[in-house]
Each structure stands twice: as C-alpha cells, then as structure tokens.
C-alpha cells in the first residue's frame, strides 16, 4: 500500500516538516512558489496540502485536487482557501488557531511605540547621515489612552501590556461582556462613534466582515483626536486607506502603522508608499521564529492524525467527531446551526450568557458537537468565518459570554426540543426547534409557540393583538411585491401582545418596515436570513 502524499507547498519551520517525515509514515514533498498552473498540474497526487497564505486553494485547485482529504493552514486565517469547494469534496480543512496570538500583539505593540517616538524615520534619518533631533520629537505612552477595537486573545494581550506601561485603556467591542470587560480592567465603551474622539492611540483587531469593512472611514477619521495615531495589524479593509491617506497629509491623524492592506503585496503605486508619517511592515504579525515554529509542529501532527489515525483536529469546515456518532447527531447540528444563527440576528449585542437546553430523545446522543455548532453559528456575527467549532469556546470566553447546558428528560409539547436563551444586559431572548418526522422546525421564539421553516428570510414582529393587524402587513408586503411563503401567529391572551413569524421569499427594505411601523401597533420588527 502506497504512502499518503503530502505537499508543502508554503514555507514552515524544518521542524513542521521533520514532524510531517517522521517514521517514514507519509511521503512527503516540499515545492514552494509554486506558480497557479504548477499547482493544478500536480496537486492530483495528493493527498494533504499544507500552506500558508501565499497559496491560494481555490476553487479550481480543489476540483484538481481528486485525491486530497486534507488542507492545512499554518496560521489562523483560511482566507485563501474556499472552505465551502472543500466541504462540498469532501476535503478537511484546518487550521491552527492561537498559535500567532503573542507574536502579532507584540507586533501591533512596537508599531505603536514606533508611531510614538518616530523610530524607524529617525534610524533612516541617522543612516543618511543626518542628525536631525528636532524633527522627531515624539509622545509618551504614560497616561494616554488607548482605544482597543476588538477585544478578542490579540486585543486582550494588547490591553495587558497597554495597562503596564500606564496607559487608560477604552475597549469597543460590541460581543464583550460588561462583566469580561472589568476583569480585564478596561473601560468598555458602546460605539465607535463615541470612543474614537477620546483615543490618543487607537490599535484595531476585529475580523473583516461586512460590518466592519471601513470602520475607520473618512467621517471617523475626521471625528479623532487631531494628531491621534493608529495601527493596524489585524486585515487590511478595516480602515479606508484613500481617507487615511488624506488624513495623514493633513496631519488630522499624526502617524499610522500597517501590517495588512487590502492589497497585498501592496503594490509600487500605492501612495501609502510615499507618506513619511507612516510606517509599513510586510504583514509580519506572525513573524516570529517562535510563532512559525509552533504552527508548523502544530499543522504538520493535524496532517499526520488525519491521514494516519482518522482523528481530526482543528477542523474549520466539520465537528471533530466519529462516524457513528456523527450519523446519529448530524440533523441535530444543522438544526441547531439555523438555532444559533437566528438567535445572533434576534439578540443584543452584548450578550452575558448562552443557555442551550435539549430535552427529549437528544438527550440519549452525545450532543458536544451539537452544542459546539451552536455556538459557532451564534457568534460568527462577532468574529466572522474564522470562528469554527474548535475555536468557540475560547473566543466565548474572551468575551465574556458564559455558556451553560441544561437537560430535561422529556418535553410536554414536543418529543425532543433544542431551545437556546441569550441573556445580556437588556434582558432575553430565545428560539426552539424541533423535528417533524425528519423535517425541522422552529416552534418557539421568546417563549411563544409558532412554526416556521428555519431556512430563507423570516420575518419577525410584535404588535397589540388587535383586528387589522395581520391584513394590514399582507396588504403592504405584497404592494411592494414581497411573497409570503409562510404565516405563524401567536399570542399572550385576547386584546394583549402577539407575534408572528412569517417565511418570506425575498427581503424587505427598510422603507417597508418604516411603513410597516409608522402607525403604532407594530413595536417591534426584525428581519432575519438563514
């Protein structure tokens, strides 16, 4: 029998490649720069492919890749490989989550004294043969204050050794607790809008969704501090880089520093290139002998388990778990991903607790993986796709969202219930599902009974249960040509509070819900897509 074949096809430490060689077990080869055509003509043989950031697993790799059970990622990002290609042939995808943590907050560290005290300008300066004092006269860190946008492990590090060197560190992170927030010994701040004005420094560490796509723009540039500085060693689309570039000439923002653009490599003609009060490094956050050593050990005993054990570590795109029990709760984890993302959409922000109680015949099945897609689905709103059942966890406890189980042996309603509750500062919410035969539904949300299908737009609202109500949404829905797929009514008693939850076939605009709500009755509407 034929040895698995791995490709390295990125660098890693020699010591990840030992590790992948030892005992002679896999056939390992390592091409690196391999350009795209190369990649295609060989990536048939193999079966793992390790890489980094610089090959990208595509699509058409993928399709390629008529052997490949496995693709590791040395570092945590897998935005250069398409998970969704993977899962649907059937290919493993993992990564190496926390291994780069210390190394990129240091980074973010340095870069933040630099733009302090003009570091590199001046060593330039020195090395030109110039000796020029006046001119890069710089700030102390002491008593300033720090704005630290996203408080996940990188931000979290960065307010530790913010706070030693005496700093008043401010957190905006509209996931983290109010509870993790005084633990960490940070003052937690509700909007962007109100904690940029107050910041000396500001250093980001969100994920790049849609939600935070330019965060820092023209409009919040201008509501800084004049003479603030910024770094960003998080990704690149976070903060506009036109406005930070006009910001930067007209001295509004004082000095900035960048690891990560939205083009990378950052090309000649960038006029980031040319700006002397900023400071680029060449996406180097996880650059550091320790950091790529420890990744590359780490993806290279992932590849060896998989390929020669079947245990799966790590994985992005599926629950670490057995076939058998796999067959048993596989409903289970899609139901319960619709479960967590409706949830997300429907909750405030800033959640304390996540209870998800199962009762019923679920209970009979080992429900951890159930559990862990739960909450994946319900906090990738915070943290975007990097957030996986293997990582859940820790980033729940980085922002302070305490998760309970509860169990009950049998449900009156119902066979067998999956029912979360988020609990935050402004009180709860809740959504329950069920299966019908085979089919799954959602038959609670807030603690009234519906019946919804969990797929496509639902739409969500709350009114005095009074004659009128229900037509008068149908009448406005379908003026506006939105099709009804599916109506569920509920309510406390006669004359009090009802809910309804419609499936409908295409999204409404806020202008319609503005109408919708205009006369009163309507107090509340949510628009939800699964």
Known sequence: MSKPKVLVADPIAQKGIDELANGGSLDVTVKIGL???????????????????????????????????????????????????????????MNTPGGNTISTAEHAFSLMVSTARNIPQADASVKSGKWDRKTFVGVELYNKTLAILGMG?????????????????????????????????????????????QADFITLHMPLTAETKYMLNAERLAKTKKGVRIVNCARGGLIDEAALVEALKSKQVAAAALDVFEAEPLPAESPLRGLPNLILTPHLGASTAEAQ???????????????????????VNMPSIDAKTLAVVGPHIALGEKLGHFLSQIAAKRVESLNINYSGKINEADTTPVTRSILASFLRAAGGPEVNVVNCLSFAENLGIKLTESRESSQSDFAELIELTATGENGWVSVAGTFFGTTPRIVKVNGRHVEAKPEGVLFLFENRDRPGVVGHVGTLLGKHKVNIAGMSLSRNEEGGEALTLLNLDSVPSEAIIKELTAGGDIHSVQVVQL
């Not at 990622?73 to 899962?87: E, H, L, S």
């Open 35 to 93: 350009k795209p055509d190369e990649l295609l003509a060989i990536i048939g043989e193999f079966n793992a492919l390790v890489v980094r950031s610089e090959t990208k697993a595509n699509a058409k790799v993928i399709e390629a890749a008529t052997n490949l059970k496995v693709i590791g990622r040395a570092g945590v990002g897998v935005d250069n490989v398409d998970v969704d290609a993977a899962t649907k042939r059937g290919i493993i995808v």
């Open 153 to 197: 492990r990188i931000g979290t590090e960065i307010a530790r050794r913010a706070i030693a060197f005496g700093m008043r560190v401010l957190a905006y992170d509209p996931y983290l607790s109010a509870s993790r927030a005084r633990s960490l010994q940070v003052e937690l701040v509700e909007s962007l809008d109100l904690i940029i004005p």
């Open 293 to 315: 050593e420890g990744v590359g050990i780490e993806v290279a005993e992932q590849i060896r388990a998989a390929l020669l054990s079947g245990e799966i570590r790590n994985a």
